[in-house]
């Protein structure tokens, strides 16, 4: 194989490795592109426990109680159109309960339906930029009023990416992501900056190990009543690829850091599939 083409084939595997960024509790995106006519869908679930009635500035849990959240199966899609353009989207189906003072209420619904589209902007022999945009509808709480599932307001973020994979010794390979993107809430809410930072490595043929970071950080401009929070979590991941078509997938994640929340922790398991 010439040189070329070996630097062409590394790319579009670090390409495969980096679409397996699988979301966490919300749409996440990986700056590659899907190829034309190609894309993925993901189908998860996403268990998640944290401590209630009180908190310090941290975030940390200082009271009684205790809240839980489920993603049930949440699909997510994206597919590219052309060689530059993919598109996707993902509603997010929630189950929580909200355990205070010996009572539990429950509810179920629907959080939100986010739509999206990236434009790789630029792609060099390992590395590439992508924009993408992304509308996230209001959400529809289902069995009860509390807890709150459904984002009550439209919400519209713009996000740049970038990813960068290098072959290591040894016959692996890796890479590393770095995200920042912007998102403006209508209604009374505070608007959000959002810092995602991902490394990738495949140690052996048919597995892959992802350590992320991903941090909402409220911008204190919400009106009186409206939520403005900050959390940062980290999330470890093994991805064990069964074919070229499917890969199952198990996760981490906890939060770190917060301001005006208590800190959790849960679990992502997902099922991937790639046509």
Known sequence: MSRTGGRQALGRRLAAMALLLLPPLHAR???????EGE???ILQTTPYTA?????????RANGTGSFGRVELASPYWEHG????????????????????NGRTS?????ADASVFARYLVYKGR?????????LASPGVDGAGTTPRIAEPNLGAEIRGLYGIGTALPWGMT??????????????????EARVDIGFGLRPVPHWLLMLQSFSNIGLRNNAPGGADYS???????????????WAVALGYIRDIAGRRVPLGQGAVLALWYRY
């Open 231 to 245: 959390v940062s979590k980290l999330q470890a991941t093994a991805v064990y690829e069964l074919n070229p078509t």
């Open 126 to 134: 390992l590395d590439v930029f992508s924009v993408q945009a992304t």
């Open 81 to 100: 159109i052309t060689s530059r353009w993919t598109v996707g989207l993902q509603p997010r189906l929630q189950a929580a309960w909200l355990t205070e």
């Open 29 to 35: 995106a990986a700056p590659w592109v899907q190829p």
């Open 106 to 110: 429950t509810n179920v619904g629907l």
């Open 39 to 41: 894309g993925i869908l």
């Open 174 to 191: 890796g890479f590393a992501t770095a995200e920042l993107a912007y998102r403006g809430r209508l209604g009374n809410a505070a608007d």
């Open 51 to 59: 401590g209630t009635r009180g908190f310090d500035t941290l975030g």
